[in-house]
């Protein structure tokens, strides 16, 4: 089972970028679709956007699509969230997951977001602050 270890965290300006890094240790990293959370302060934790194991499929909330994107280096075992166009509403603990049990069955965006919670190995997070 993979364990994710999120990086690349920190304070930015409005209108900013940010790269998130997710490095995955453990075995078959390529067998696990991986996705991107995130909680701010006194809400409930949001799918951001994941991405299947053999790069086929990509999902992303309305709230960020344009801004942000998921990719994957699968030598590296490393899946990225690019963020540009930040926000202060942007602002939250940001979360890896990796889930084996592909997430991506369903094309609902609601059930792969269960599939993750349910499923998935979580990373301890990493903080981005977006000032105004």
């Known amino acids: 089972q993979v364990q994710p270890v999120e990086s690349g965290g920190g304070l930015v300006q409005a209108g900013g970028s940010l790269r998130l890094s997710c490095a995955a240790s453990?075995?078959?990293?390529?067998?696990?679709?991986m996705g991107w959370f995130r909680q701010a302060p006194g809400k409930e934790r949001e799918f951001v956007a994941g991405?299947?194991?053999?790069?086929?499929?990509?999902l992303d909330a309305d709230s960020v699509r344009g801004r942000f994107t998921i990719s994957r280096d699968y030598a590296k075992n490393t899946v990225y969230l690019q963020m540009s166009s930040l926000k202060p509403e942007d602002t939250a603990d940001y979360y890896c997951v990796a889930d084996l049990l592909n997430p991506f069955h369903s094309d609902s965006l609601a059930i792969t977001t269960s599939h993750f919670k349910d499923f998935g190995s979580w990373g301890q997070g990493t903080q981005v602050t977006v000032s105004s």
């Open positions: 991405l299947s194991w053999n790069g086929e499929r990509i």
């Open positions: 453990g075995r078959s990293f390529s067998s696990y679709s």
